[in-house]
């Protein structure tokens, strides 16, 4: 290989092993305290419970009132009821907003194994925190650039993160805050550097909260904005629940998705004769399946999963739309969640069965156990070879001998990017997942790349909050035919029109880009071959050329097998690293929220279920499909 640069991560999270379940019934409480009391560290003082009312944010609303995201626009969120406690929050941590463009990098040096990174002007990393002072945990060498960073709003200055040699571990850090208020710090990317760097690049690999409080159980209700729903829900009134209401659908496919940190996390819910079988994942590994089906009415039914370790933690509550015999529907209900939000010493899990105080009009009904489906044993991963086939940084290797001979005849890192799976049988046919495309092989034939973005796969047009254009029947429908006379020449200058080098003045070289991405081919000596060649890695135009319209210095151009980005502050084009997307359908792994919401009816969404058979949740989807190892890294 020419080069080994940049080996941009796989995004996939190391997360601690899961033991512990008990589903037991109880008593609920009518509805959650408006004072939430706390265990402080008693240097803070004992107004610290008065930080409740700035709870840090979750899901989408991560920081309070108006600040400006990485576009210049005010981004207007509203406070939630979390309390976050401090620690350490790694890269991956759902509390960080991040703007702009970041990339998920993996390295053994850094916190947690990973860390995110970009050079694109004007992105940013914002996390609200208790406390008196922060870290920031950074990385120096010869490809980074500046970074500037503001707490609660006052300029902390402009840092060269420039080193001659790689240095992980590299700390700033701000203290004197009063520990009683909620503090945010603002990270942010100038897009500069000094004249010895090879590159702006920016990591953020964790940030550290010094002298973090410890906050108790929390209850968050059905409708806290701490839950994300997908899906048709609805919320109904209910007897006996937690507050009076629960979040209720029977839509395959519809989910409940909570982030928490710390060990355990209860999901309150209820049961009844038209309740059916929901699906549990916990750090986007299954679970188990959980059947709700009950003869008689009956809230109160609490199903908790612990000993989950330290750090933050994700639970997904699935709606599967099947049920056992007896049902007459397949609802699934949230009532609330109960999360520990500090890490806590594991407590045994609870497994006594307390009866529901009885209501004056109808009689408690004795409840069938629930019998947890166990979790299947994963045995350890194959290792990989470590050889000039091997990636480090994203700890995958081409082994298959078609693959290496095609990844570097077409290009290399430049066309593909770097693997991020192993080789798998996928609808049929050999396959490895690149970062900026799908490599197959059916039958022992050749080796090609998938159209990516065709109605069955990927045809998203929002992915992390950039807008790409959407496909064009007309721009798609004028590719030339393969009879035609001269057909190379046709395509070319079809691609030419359609795909410009210079778009209202602006060299966004994109027909540029699609000629030269196979080295050696010339339009000029052989069109026919240059444009075949380079159409296995493009395929045709199907869209024009269209500025996103939150950041007018980026221009997209849709093509069959990848999206071409144009990036004003830097000059570069390039293609984007769709596959990466791709692999986050089917892992569910670093999903953005507005993917997940486009990729609900995708056969491919959340597929991969380790442990299970050909690691498949729904195999009857993927036909001659087994993930088995997949997307373990090597």
């Known amino acids: ?80 009821s979390i309390v976050r406690p401090g620690g350490r929050f790694e890269e991956s941590d759902l509390l960080l907003l991040y703007s702009g463009q970041w990339t998920q990098m993996s390295d053994a040096r850094a916190s947690g194994g990973g860390y995110r990174r970009s050079n694109v002007q004007g992105s940013q990393v914002v996390l609200n ?46 203290g004197g805050m009063n520990g009683e208020m909620v503090h945010t710090i603002r990270i942010e990317v100038t897009g500069q550097r000094n004249g010895a760097s090879a590159n702006a690049y920016v990591d953020l690999d964790s940030l550290m909260i010094v002298g973090a409080y410890v906050a108790e159980p929390m209850r968050f209700e059905n409708t806290d904005a ?94 599967t739309g099947t049920r056992s015999g007896p049902s007459i529907d397949s609802f699934i209900d949230i009532d609330a969640i109960i999360a520990n939000m500090a890490p806590t010493t594991p407590q045994p899990t609870p497994t006594q069965t307390m009866t529901p105080t009885p209501t004056v009009t109808m009689t408690p009904t004795a409840t069938a156990t629930v019998v947890p489906t166990i979790t299947p044993t994963v045995a350890p991963a194959p290792p990989g070879i470590r050889d000039d086939r091997y990636f ?3 700890a995958y290797r081409i082994d298959n001998d078609s693959f290496w001979g095609y990844y570097n005849t077409m290009g290399m890192e430049k066309t593909f990017g770097y693997p991020i799976s192993r080789t798998f049988q996928f609808l049929g046919c050999q396959t490895q997942f ?41 721009v798609a429908g004028g590719a030339p035919a393969p009879n035609v006379p001269n057909y190379g020449n046709a395509v070319l200058g079809h691609v030419r029109n359609v795909a410009p080098d210079v778009l209202q003045g602006v060299a966004v070289n994109f027909f540029r880009t699609f000629i030269t991405s196979v080295p050696g081919s010339d339009p000029q000596s052989d069109p026919n071959f240059a444009a075949q060649i380079n159409l296995q890695v493009w395929g045709f135009p199907t869209s024009g050329p269209v500025a996103d319209p939150n950041n007018r210095s980026f221009v997209y151009e849709r093509f069959q097998r990848g999206i071409m980005h144009f990036d004003g502050t830097s000059g570069t084009t390039q293609g984007i690293l769709l596959a990466d997307w791709f692999k986050s359908i089917v892992t569910g792994r670093n999903l953005p929220v507005d993917l997940a919401a486009q990729a609900q009816g995708s056969r491919f969404r959340q597929q991969y279920c380790p442990g299970a058979a050909a690691w498949l949740c729904r195999p009857a989807e993927l036909p001659a499909t087994d993930l088995t190892w997949a997307f373990e890294p090597q």
């Open 129 to 174: 925190f208790p406390g008196p002072n922060v870290k920031w945990i950074t990385s120096r060498g010869p490809d980074r650039g500046f970074a500037r960073v503001w707490v609660d709003n006052e300029d902390k200055g402009t840092f060269d993160l420039y080193s001659p040699g790689e240095e992980f571990g590299y700390i700033r850090e701000w």
């Open 434 to 474: 690149f970062q900026r495309h799908l490599m197959q092989q059916c039958a022992n034939g050749p080796v090609q790349t998938m159209n990516l973005l065709d109605p069955d796969l990927m045809p998203y047009n929002q992915i992390n909050f950039s807008t790409f254009p959407a496909h064009d029947p007309a």
């Open 1 to 80: 290989m020419a080069s080994r640069r940049r080996r941009v991560a796989d995004g996939v999270p190391a997360f601690a092993a899961i033991q512990g379940h008990a589903t037991v019934t109880m008593p609920t409480s009518p509805s959650r305290s408006a004072a939430v009391m706390a265990r402080v560290n008693p240097s803070y003082g004992p107004r610290l419970v008065a930080m409740l009312g700035l709870a840090l944010l979750i899901g989408l609303a991560w920081f309070v009132g108006q600040v400006p995201d990485a576009h210049g626009q005010q981004v207007t969120v509203t406070p939630t």
């Open 226 to 319: 701490a839950i994300l729903y997908a899906g048709p829900w609805q919320v109904l009134g209910f007897t006996n629940s937690s507050a009076g209401t629960v979040h209720r659908t029977n839509q395959a496919g519809g989910f409940m998705q909570f982030n928490f940190n710390g060990g355990q996390v209860s999901w309150l819910t209820t049961r009844g004769p038209n309740r059916g079988i929901a699906r549990v994942l916990v750090d986007n590994v299954w679970r188990e399946t959980v059947d709700l089906y009950n003869p008689s009415e009956q809230a109160g039914w609490m199903i908790v999963y612990s000993s989950l370790g330290d750090g933050p933690h994700t639970l997904k509550i699935e709606v």
């Open 392 to 394: 480090a940084q994203t």
